[in-house]
């Protein structure tokens, strides 16, 4: 799990950053005035690839448990319907039971995360029944103490249980021993890659859950979902909420950028898009030259778009840094992954926005406008 972890790493990052210049080379060809709908119809192929590529690149990260978790209120009725919206394309032989407990008490979740854990226990559970049976989904809330009962870790507040159960073929206790591990399957070459679980299993400990699983050969199966109930308190990792201040003004288009970024394809598009847009940008292509050019233009300089991996300092210490010349400055930073509690830290030491690669330029240039736009109103307010 290990190396795993770091490959993973180590490969988002460029991954990301390969699929951005795509990306954002992909948009200026379609931006040329000769391209003719069959351009288009092609760009929108490559940029669905784009989407693809990244989320194989969230996938190998779950497993890793690198991926950045957004955690909100949620009502798990709300992620187990969404997902039966998604399950509808089982067979007609498979019947959906629903039995989910009224006003169920909120937890603090990922719901993007939440409902891929759901749905890979729904896919297995189907893929348990090839001749057809019942899937049964239920929600209900469990006392801390009876969870405790069961050698857990019981939450102050008590548990969200979501129980999935099949009429399937069931396990064996050789195969139940060793459903999580990442790449077991017993399914054949191009049908299982033995990740499923295994993401499942990230997902719920990453939000401080517990996983049951009881199954008996050629009995079906019931997999049991523990999410600990919200407490009263927010949870750090809860990054900012964003400023609803954009809503009827359009975003200001003027304003100097400095732009700090390694890879020079993505430097010489960013110049020249975010200058359409109206920005004057200065760009760095390591750390030692950010904070050069911060030092000699700080008065003119309103937006600093900051990598994080970069060459001799990198954008982690370029931060303090630039606060120390001007503690207001206003810093985005884009990155190809960041764990949550790292980002949470960042956020913390005052820096207002996170994109990620591979992100589309238009919502760069949207987010220096917002950005802009409130940190204007704030200094009029002021
Ligand atoms: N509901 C179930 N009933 C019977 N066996 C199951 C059930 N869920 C999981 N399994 C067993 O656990 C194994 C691992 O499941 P997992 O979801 O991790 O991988 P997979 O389904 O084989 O492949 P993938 O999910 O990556 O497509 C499965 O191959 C299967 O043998
Ligand atoms: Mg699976």
Redesign the pocket.
Known sequence: MESIGTLAGGIAHDFNNILNIIRGYATLIGQQPTAGWQITKSLKVIDQEIERGASVVRQLLAVARKTETHLASLDVNDIVLKVCELIKTFPKTITVALNLERDVPSVLADPNQMSRALL?VC???R??MPTGGQLSIRTETVDANKVRDRRFDGGVNGYICIAVS?T????KDE?RGR?FEPF????GIGE???????IVYSIIKEHNGLIEVD?VAGHG?T?RLYLPIQSGEQSVADAPKKSAASGGIHPSRSGTVLVVEDEVALVQLLKKLLSQAGYRVLAAMDGEEAIDLYQNHKAEIDVVLLDLGLPKITGFDVIPRLKEQNPGVNIIITTGYLEADLKAKLFRTGVKDCIHKPYLVDDVIERIGTLLENSWTASNEA
């Open positions: 890979n896919v297995n559970a893929d348990a099949d399937g073929t069931g396990m195969v459903i077991f399957t017993t399914k299982g890659t033995g990740l499923g679980l295994a199954s199966a997999f």
